[in-house]
C-alpha cells in the first residue's frame, strides 16, 4: 500500500519548534501545533482583526506582519500573536462635536507627532495607506481621512510600532463618524425609510416574525430561499 | 574647589556628549554674552545662554536643571549673531534631546490648555521641542 | 509657466486664505502654482541634533515628490508659501546636499518612493518674484495702487535665519519694503520686524507670546503703522489671534489688522480679500485708505 506521505514544514511557535503540514495558514499551523487561540482569532476571514501576527521568515532579520488567518505558514517561520493591542480610546460625544480642522487633534494630539516614517503603512495587513490618512487628519482633512481609512480591521499593528505613538484606528475611528454623521452626503432613500419605520408601517410584520416560532421561521427562510434560486434560474 | 578624577572624567563626557549632539566646539565660547544680547526670550530664563555656554565648558550637569533649554523658541539668533560661528541653537536642542531621550517629555501632550482654538502648526512645532 | 509648489498644512485648512489670495494674485502673473500630487506635512521645524535623521524624513519625501513633478514640469523649483514649511525643507535640503552619508540613509529608509537626487531648489514665493519674475514688474501689472497703506512688514525668524538659507538680510531686511514700497503702500520700519514672536510657546507658554505681541503691535503702531504684513501661519496666529489674550491683560490694547503677503498683492491686482477670515478685522483700516 503506498503511503501518502504529507510533506511537513518547520515553524517555531514563541520560540519552540514543531512540525506542520505544509499548506496550512499561520492560524491553521498554530492551532496543529496545539495551541487554543482564545483571543487571537475571530472571523477567520481577514475581517476582524483579531489574529495580528508578527513574524520572521529564515534567514531574514526582518519583522513582518499579516493576519494569521490569511497568510500561509512557511518553512522556518519565526512567529507569535498579538492577540491585543491595549491603545486607548479617547472620550468623546459625536452629538456634541464639530468637525472643525482640529478636532480630530483635540482628541488625539499624538497624531501631530507623526514624522512621516511610514512605519505604519508596513505595518499595516491590509495593505492601506495609513500614513496618508495621518498626514490628513494632521491637515484636517477628515474626508480623506475617513476615506483612506475604511477597510481598516483594527489588528492594531501600526499603533504597536510606531515611533510616536499614534493610534491610528481610533483616531481613525473619530474620522469616520464625523464624516458620516457631519460630512457624508445625506441620502434621500434612508431619510424616507426611517420616516416609515417611525410611521409605523414595519410594526405588523415586525411583531408577527416575533410571535411566529421557529419551525414556521425555519419553513418560511427554507420557502424563500427555493423561490430566489428559481428566479435566478 | 577640587574635583575628584571621577568627577572630571563625568564631566567631559557630557560636554563631549553635548558637542557630539550639537556638533558644536563648546570651547570655541569666549564670553562676549552677544548671544544673551540678542535673544528674544532670555527675560524668561534662569540661565543666559553664555551662562549656559560657560557651565558647559566645565562639564557642569547643573545646566539640565535650568530652564534655559525649554524657553528657547529655536529662533537661530544667537546662532547668526555669534563672532566665533558657535550655533548656540543646537547646543540648546542638544540638552534637550539628551533630557528628553531618557524617555522624559517636557510636557503631558494630553493636557493642553485650550487646545481648541490653537491650530496644527504650533501642536506640531511645540511637540517636535517638547516630547521625544 | 507651471510651478511645483508646497502648501503645508495650515493653508489647506485654518489659513486657506493664505493660499486662496496667493492663487489669485499669481494668476495675474500668469503662473500657476501646481501643488504637489502627494505631499505629507514637513515637520514645522527643523530638527537640530547631528544624528537625527528621522525627523528629516517627511522633509525628505516631499522633496522626492517635487523632484518628480519637476521632472514632469521641466523645472527643479520648489515654490512655498509658509515660513516654517520654507525654512524646514530648505534646511532639509541643505543638509541633503552637504551630508551624502546622511542622504543614503534616508533614501533606503523611504523604500516606496525613488531616491532623492538633491537637485530640488526650495523657494520662498518672495524669492521667486524678486528673482524670476521682478518686482517692477508686479508693480507694472497691479490694477491699483495701496493708496498709501500705512504697512510694518514682519519677518519673524525663519525668513532670514538661519544664514544659509535666508531670503533677505537678517537684521535690515528690504524685500518687502520694497515690494509694498512699489505697490504704492507707506512702509514702516520698526525695530522688531525680525523679532521672535514666540512661536510654539503659544501652546504651553502663552505669556510669553502675549508679551512679545504686544510689544511687537506696540512697536509697530509707535512708529505709524495701521497694519503688519507676514508670511507665516504661526506668527500670523500669535499675531493676530492673540491679539484677545494681550487684550485682556491689557485692556489699553489697541487692535491691529495682520495680513498675509498674499492678501495685499491680491488687493493690488483688484482682487477682494477674505475679511472674515482675519481675527482683528482689516475692514475699518481698508476702508481708510479706500481699499474697500
Known sequence: MEENKEKTIKVYIMGKEHQVPEGLTIMKAIEYAGYKLVRGAGCRAGFCGACATVYRKANEYKLRVALACQTLAEDGMYLTEIPFVPANKAKYELEKIKPSPNIILQYYPEVARCVACNTCTKSCPQDLKVMDYIQAMKRGDIARAAELSFDCVQCGLCAARCPAEIVHYHAAQLARRLYGKYLAKPSPNLEKRIKEIEEGKYDEEIKRLKSMGLEEMKKRYMEQQKNAEKEEA | ?132 | MDIPYFPGCSLKSNTRYFEDSAREFFAELGINLVELPEWNCCGTVYSLTTDDIMRHIASVRNLVHAQELGKKLGTNKLMTLCAMCYNTLAQVNALARSRPDDLKTANEFIDDLPDYEAQVEVVHALSFLNENVSFEKVAKLAKRKLNGLRVAPYYGCLLVRPEHVKIDDREKPALMPKLFGLLGATVVDFPYSVECCGSYHTVNMKDVVVEKTRTIIGSARENGADAIVLSCPLCEFNLDERQKDVRMKYPGFERMPVFYFTELLALAMGKKINMGAHYVSPENVLKKYGLV
Open chain 2, 1 to 132: 574647589m577640587e574635583l575628584k578624577e571621577d568627577e572630571i572624567a563625568k564631566r567631559e563626557e557630557f560636554t563631549r556628549r553635548v558637542e557630539e549632539l550639537s556638533g558644536q566646539n563648546i570651547f570655541a565660547c569666549y564670553q562676549c554674552g552677544r548671544c544673551s544680547a540678542g535673544c528674544p526670550m532670555v527675560s524668561k530664563m534662569d540661565a543666559i545662554p553664555s551662562m549656559i555656554m560657560r557651565l558647559l565648558q566645565f562639564g557642569d550637569m547643573r545646566v539640565l536643571e535650568k530652564n534655559t533649554c525649554w524657553v528657547c523658541a529655536s529662533c537661530y539668533t544667537c546662532d547668526v549673531r555669534c563672532p566665533k560661528g558657535i550655533d548656540i541653537a543646537k547646543v540648546m536642542e542638544a540638552l534637550r534631546q539628551i533630557k528628553l531621550r531618557t524617555n522624559i517629555n517636557n510636557i503631558d501632550i494630553g493636557k493642553i490648555e485650550g487646545i481648541e482654538e490653537l491650530p496644527q502648526i504650533a501642536l506640531i512645532a511645540n511637540f517636535r521641542k517638547n516630547t521625544g
